[in-house]
């Protein structure tokens, strides 16, 4: 894809903000086990890097998703995986939707918020039974006069220890079967009836993850984004962007491992040469660096015609599900190399390792972008050649 001088200026200035206002913070954060997201989203809001792709009506800068996507990249050369998640979720995973679908009141009251950093958003779809089923979810919405009123649970919920409001998929009719009975609803945390868990994970220390429990919580009617019935369409729309956003936040993850790596072994010696002299090693890492660059260049295709308008289902699958595999293969192949200080916890490659397993889970797991792939080209058992 073909970056203008504006696309140039925007990565700098992202770039400028993970190095200084994010690297030096990120040990003191993974031992937490969270970050300052409050902090850290309105100083992010300030320079305008929440709402790049959003109109501004809502306080965006009304620019097209390859300039958002400029921020998943950079975001990807964070020291670590959980801090970006937490900010692709507010920008894309949580509020595309609201930001295509919802009323002017509720992009106001939610959206601008989150635009400014001023709110933190999280997205309500996985529950404990199954994350990437989507219509198999069991959480309801029934109408009571001028309200919903919501039970149930979410499980694996990115941001949702500090969240301010959650974008949440719940059945909302018995009829219509599973794709036609669910909606997307705006959600205030601090409604009365909702619980938040924390669950600690293998990575992914420093984002705050939760289980949610809502038990009778009462919220607006009108706090429902767009048509009642169309929220599982609403939210395969929104998982494109989110897929993408893995693929395009990948590459400099992917590309610091491989750094870190040619640095380290080229230092440590063994049996008299350095180990990256040993051929299978700097071939191995010539292959790798070889399978970044075939993800970049799918990932950025399928973003260039994303803007274009055209459908990138078929694209945004194999680019999370290459982005999954790929994050797994060069994090293990990554720590082999570092040998014994590869395994210790807080060596950047044994992050790597743990952040990225999550990749091929969430989001939709490998087996299901597969499962999307065969049904596009027509090897899905009761499919046709495309």
């Known amino acids: 894809m073909l970056m203008t001088p504006e696309h140039d200026a925007l990565r700098r200035t992202a770039a400028r903000f993970v190095e200084t206002e994010i690297n030096p913070h990120v040990d003191d954060w993974e031992a937490a086990e969270e970050f300052p997201s409050q902090e850290l989203f309105r100083k992010l809001g300030a320079l305008g890097l929440l709402g790049i792709k959003y109109p501004p009506a809502y306080g965006g800068l009304g620019l097209d998703f390859s300039y958002a996507m400029v921020l998943a990249e950079e975001t990807g050369a964070v020291a670590c995986g959980g801090v970006p998640m937490a900010i692709g979720v507010q920008t894309d995973m949580a509020t595309p939707a609201l930001a295509r679908f919802g009323s002017d009141d509720l992009r106001r009251e939610f959206l601008a918020p989150a635009i400014a950093g001023e709110a933190v958003g999280c997205i309500g779809v996985s529950e404990p039974s199954g994350g990437s ?34 974008c949440l998929l719940v059945n909302t009719s018995a009829e219509g079967g599973p794709h036609r009975n669910k909606s997307l ?11 938040r868990r924390k669950i600690r994970k293998v990575g992914m220390n420093a984002s705050d993850t939760a289980q949610l429990f809502f038990d009778g919580v009462r919220v607006p009617a009108a706090n429902l984004v767009g048509e009642a019935g169309k929220g599982f369409a609403y939210q395969m729309i929104q998982f494109q962007e989110e897929r993408l956003w893995a693929a395009v936040n990948a590459l400099k993850w992917l590309d610091r491992q491989i750094d870190l790596t040619i640095e380290y072994t080229r230092g440590r010696r063994v049996f008299g040469k350095s180990v990256l002299d040993n051929q299978v090693v700097h071939f191995r890492l010539a292959e790798l660096r070889t399978e970044v660059e075939m993800l970049r260049a799918l990932a950025w295709s399928a973003v260039e015609q994303y803007v ?8 945004a699958s194999m680019a999370k599900l290459k982005t999954g ?31 990225g397993r999550l990749a091929s889970i969430g989001g939709g797991a490998d087996e299901v972008m597969l499962g999307i792939i065969c049904k596009l080209e027509g090897t899905s058992p009761g499919t046709s050649n495309r």
């Not at 309801?140 to 949702?160: E, F, L, S, Y």
């Not at 609803?185 to 619980?195: C, D, Q, S």
Request: contains cysteine; charged residues 25%; glycine residues 10%.
């Open 133 to 166: 089923d989507v219509a198999a979810l069991r959480a309801t919405a029934r109408r009571d006069g001028g309200d919903w009123v919501i039970d149930g649970q979410k499980m694996w919920i990115t941001n949702g220890m500090k969240a301010d409001w959650c």
């Open 185 to 195: 609803i705006m959600v205030p945390m601090n409604a009365k009836g909702i619980e």
């Open 308 to 315: 274009a308008g055209a459908d990138v289902t078929r694209l």
């Open 325 to 355: 595999r790929l994050l797994r293969e060069t994090a293990d192949a990554c720590l082999q190399y570092w040998g014994g200080m590869g395994y210790a916890y807080d060596s950047p490659i044994s992050r790597a390792w743990r952040d």
